[in-house]
């Protein structure tokens, strides 16, 4: 069975530009994270969404970033314009069931540099 | 709000020795805790979970007793492996409704032949 899939693996941009990160969940899981790693931040959670509908957006930065979730297997997070601030390893994670002590499981990163 | 500490690395042990990684917490709530473990290039994964006082997660050789008394939840292993090399999280999730994990910084492990 396949897990969490993430695109691409790494993005290299030039600070101004849109960067879309891709991110396809474990498929009957509910529940979708974005989170950013980061050395000096750790591991921040950006956003989460349940049933494609986002439930906390706390996280999110700042209006450059946008995330969607149009069906049960896609979402995206966006950033536009990038900083090189935005540089970090992007993971999404998604889970089957609500109760917080259920497992995440998270797929490989996106690391983004933006020049 | 809640948040979790955990030892600064990064540690360096050799092989066999015994691990012990330190974990506190805050919350509000009656949290659920785990560790989670992220090797080089990959995504975190988790490696173990306890939900209630006293329990004792375990997985792989690793375990973690949920400690309310002293809010700790510190990972522990006799024997630690080359393999064990990775970055270990501990997390926790307040179970009061929130699909939130607040995550600490991580620490390094390095085990040397």
């Known amino acids: 069975d396949a897990g969490v899939i993430q695109s691409p693996r790494h993005e290299v941009t030039e600070m101004g530009q849109e960067v879309t990160l891709r991110c396809k969940p474990i498929s009957g899981h509910d529940y979708l994270f974005w989170y950013r790693q980061t050395m000096m931040r750790g591991l921040e959670l950006l956003i989460y969404?349940?049933?494609?509908?986002?439930?906390?957006d706390s996280g999110m930065p700042e209006d450059r970033f946008s995330a969607k979730m149009p069906n049960a297997s896609f979402s995206t997070l966006k950033i536009q314009p990038s900083e090189p601030r935005d540089s970090a390893v992007y993971f999404c994670?998604?889970?089957?069931?609500?109760?917080?002590?259920?497992?995440?499981?998270f797929g490989p990163g996106t690391r983004l540099t933006v020049l | 709000g809640d948040s979790v500490t955990q030892m600064e690395g990064p540690v360096t042990l050799s092989e066999e020795a015994f691990l012990t990684i330190n974990c506190t917490y805050t919350?509000?709530?009656?949290?659920?805790l785990f560790w989670y473990v992220q090797y080089p290039g990959e995504g975190l994964q988790l490696l173990l979970k306890a939900t209630k006082a006293d329990d004792k997660g375990s997985n792989k050789g690793f375990e973690a007793t949920y400690r309310k008394e002293t809010t700790s939840f510190h990972l522990e292993k006799g024997s630690v492996q080359v393999s064990d090399s990775a970055v270990y999280f501990c997390?926790?999730?307040?179970?009061?409704?929130?699909?939130?994990?607040?995550f600490g910084k991580g620490t390094k492990l390095t085990v040397n032949p």
């Open positions: 997390a926790l999730s307040d179970r009061g409704g929130s699909e939130k994990l607040v």
């Open positions: 969404f349940n049933n494609n509908v986002p439930i906390d």
């Open positions: 994670a998604s889970s089957l069931e609500a109760g917080g002590w259920n497992e995440q499981f």
């Open positions: 919350a509000t709530g009656y949290p659920s």
